[in-house]
Nanobody, 115 residues
Framework: QVQLVESGGGLVQPGGSLNLSCAASGFTFSRAAMRWYRQAPGKERELVAGITSGDGSTNYGDSVKGRFTISRDNAKNTVYLQMNSLKPEDTAVYYC????????WGQGTQVTVSS
């Protein structure tokens, strides 16, 4: 059974940092492309960051470039999203995504940036 379990969300002040984790099981993690998406109330889900299965190449949404970093630990079957210099507009539910023969989604973790 495939599971993607996100953690690390919460309430943070503007300018602060959070590190999200997504623990994967039930598929060959090292061969899966991994992504983080987010969805704010009333808005469409958008790509935040992605990392490939091979050379670990990364890509980022324009709104988070230079502030967020995606990484993966294949030994721990976990993908991370380090978020720095957080802004109120980063407030959203953050979802972990995996693509390995088919697509899988996590249940999401809430990130709220507010003073």
């Amino acid at each position: 059974q495939v599971q993607l379990v996100e953690s690390g969300g919460g309430l943070v002040q503007p300018g602060g940092s959070l590190n999200l984790s997504c623990a994967a099981s039930g598929f060959t993690f090292s061969r899966a492309a991994m992504r983080w998406y987010r969805q704010a109330p009333g808005k469409e889900r958008e790509l935040v960051a992605g990392i490939t299965s091979g050379d670990g190449s990364t890509n980022y949404g324009d709104s988070v470039k230079g502030r967020f970093t995606i990484s993966r630990d294949n030994a721990k079957n976990t993908v991370y999203l380090q978020m720095n210099s957080l802004k109120p507009e980063d407030t959203a539910v953050y979802y972990c995504y995996a693509a390995r023969l088919r697509v899988y989604w996590g249940q999401g973790t809430q990130v709220t940036v507010s003073s």
